[in-house]
């Protein structure tokens, strides 16, 4: 990796106090006047400044050699060094006025979005939205970094499960059995199936009867489009406001008129949805859990059953389809995956079918023990 990357303002400062010759560096998002105090006869040398704040008496110490994409003024920032979190996209809401969601930086950039075009044609704002999506998928390596890769397990599902649902419980002891088992459970961090994801990773460690009691209060909202369904997570959230658990949760500006989940700790949003489909199954390495859904679900099981046939990641990893009865017969795709299979029309496809929480987690860590061995 030829470019190292300074993210925050205690790297710039440890950077600059360490040396003076500055070579091959990569700053994102920093206001270097934070560190004006030790800037003294530093130079800079094939170096890359995103969306930074130069103090003019430092301009002489960057070569002509380095590059500096200025701050483009937008309701985004295009330079993000650091995954959303529920903090930053709610920021501005507030609890028992649900009208507040106007004021919050998730609904600003939607609206933004939806004025500008789905299919934008301005290019200052094509632009940007390609330098947000390459800053958000920047930021999220980093942070799995920090997990094995055969770890990250997601859980595809449809946005419109209601909380009431049994596999809407069924998915929360799912992803809180397998976080507590050391995996990363990623969703496309919306409502749903997907928010079910994070409620599961969020309550890990915790009692099952806390958990429970956190179900009793989101059925008072059982549906995304209830005025009080981000009000029920967050009393939710206050009421058990700490984890020592992340998630990751993957949503996409494209499906804005459905919020992301405040109980993903890590949020990684994308304006291209192509993008963000595609990353998701790619780095989902420890394999993917197919609840109940619909067209964007089955989209998103042949997406993922084309990555594992042609091993564009290097192997195949588990398709795990929860709920026979839906995918043998209500949506038939399982039977029609394993025809395929069988028939060798799709090859490297580790294809499996349950009805319980315990066979869906016995099934992912039976793949991650057998790689290990």
């Given at each position: 990796m030829?470019?190292?990357?300074?993210?925050?303002?205690?790297?710039?400062?440890?950077?600059?106090?360490?040396?003076?010759?500055?070579?091959?560096?990569?700053?994102?998002?920093?206001?270097?006047?934070?560190?004006?105090?030790?800037?003294?006869?530093?130079?800079f040398?094939?170096?890359?400044?995103?969306?930074?704040?130069?103090?003019?008496?430092?301009?002489?110490?960057?070569?002509?050699?380095?590059?500096?994409?200025?701050?483009?003024?937008?309701?985004?920032?295009?330079?993000l060094?650091?995954?959303?979190?529920?903090?930053?996209?709610?920021?501005?809401?507030?609890?028992?006025?649900?009208?507040?969601?106007?004021?919050?930086?998730?609904?600003?950039?939607?609206?933004?979005?939806?004025?500008?075009?789905?299919?934008?044609?301005?290019?200052?704002?094509?632009?940007?939205?390609?330098?947000?999506?390459?800053?958000?998928?920047?930021?999220?390596?980093?942070?799995?970094?920090?997990?094995e890769?055969?770890?990250?397990?997601?859980?595809?599902?449809g946005?419109?499960?209601?909380?009431?649902?049994?596999?809407?419980?069924?998915?929360?002891?799912?992803?809180?059995?397998?976080?507590?088992?050391?995996?990363?459970?990623?969703?496309?961090?919306?409502?749903?199936?997907?928010?079910?994801?994070?409620?599961?990773?969020?309550?890990?460690?915790?009692?099952?009867?806390?958990?429970?009691?956190?179900?009793?209060?989101?059925?008072q909202?059982?549906?995304?489009?209830?005025?009080?369904?981000?009000?029920?997570?967050?009393?939710?959230?206050?009421?058990?406001?700490?984890?020592?658990?992340?998630?990751?949760?993957?949503?996409?500006?494209?499906?804005g008129?459905?919020?992301?989940?405040?109980?993903?700790?890590?949020?990684?949003?994308?304006?291209?949805?192509?993008?963000?489909?595609?990353?998701?199954?790619?780095?989902?390495?420890?394999?993917?859990?197919?609840?109940?859904?619909?067209?964007?679900?089955?989209?998103?099981?042949?997406?993922d059953?084309?990555?594992?046939?042609?091993?564009?990641?290097?192997?195949?990893?588990?398709?795990?389809?929860?709920?026979?009865?839906?995918?043998?017969?209500?949506?038939?795709?399982?039977?029609?995956?394993?025809?395929?299979?069988?028939?060798?029309?799709?090859?490297?496809?580790?294809?499996?079918?349950?009805?319980?929480c315990?066979?869906?987690?016995?099934?992912?860590?039976?793949?991650?023990?057998?790689?290990?061995?």
């Amino acid at each position: 990796m030829k470019y190292r990357e300074i993210e925050n303002t205690e790297q710039l400062i440890e950077l600059l106090t360490r040396q003076q010759f500055i070579e091959s560096y990569a700053f994102q998002h920093i206001d270097f006047s934070q560190a004006d105090h030790i800037l003294s006869n530093h130079t800079f040398s094939d170096c890359i400044f995103l969306g930074c704040t130069l103090p003019e008496r430092i301009r002489h110490s960057i070569k002509d050699n380095c590059i500096e994409f200025p701050m483009i003024e937008m309701p985004f920032n295009p330079f993000l060094n650091k995954l959303y979190t529920k903090e930053t996209l709610y920021h501005g809401y507030k609890t028992g006025k649900p009208e507040t969601y106007n004021n919050t930086s998730d609904k600003i950039i939607y609206e933004h979005f939806i004025r500008n075009g789905k299919e934008a044609s301005d290019i200052k704002e094509t632009l940007t939205r390609r330098l947000h999506d390459h800053a958000v998928t920047d930021a999220m390596f980093d942070f799995l970094s920090g997990y094995e890769e055969r770890k990250l397990v997601a859980i595809m599902g449809g946005h419109s499960l209601l909380r009431n649902d049994s596999n809407y419980l069924e998915i929360t002891k799912i992803s809180k059995k397998l976080t507590e088992n050391g995996y990363l459970m990623i969703s496309g961090g919306g409502p749903g199936a997907m928010e079910a994801t994070h409620v599961g990773a969020w309550f890990s460690g915790k009692k099952t009867s806390e958990l429970h009691h956190a179900l009793e209060i989101l059925t008072q909202a059982p549906d995304y489009r209830h005025p009080l369904w981000l009000d029920t997570a967050f009393e939710v959230l206050s009421k058990f406001p700490h984890s020592n658990y992340n998630s990751l949760g993957i949503p996409t500006w494209l499906y804005g008129h459905e919020p992301p989940t405040p109980f993903a700790t890590h949020i990684a949003k994308y304006f291209a949805n192509s993008v963000r489909e595609e990353g998701l199954l790619a780095i989902a390495k420890g394999g993917v859990i197919y609840a109940p859904g619909s067209a964007g679900t089955i989209q998103e099981i042949f997406q993922d059953a084309t990555q594992n046939h042609y091993l564009s990641f290097g192997y195949a990893s588990p398709m795990v389809f929860f709920n026979r009865n839906f995918w043998a017969y209500e949506a038939p795709i399982y039977p029609l995956l394993k025809h395929l299979s069988d028939t060798k029309k799709y090859n490297n496809l580790l294809l499996s079918s349950h009805d319980s929480c315990d066979g869906v987690v016995a099934e992912i860590m039976a793949f991650t023990n057998k790689v290990q061995q």
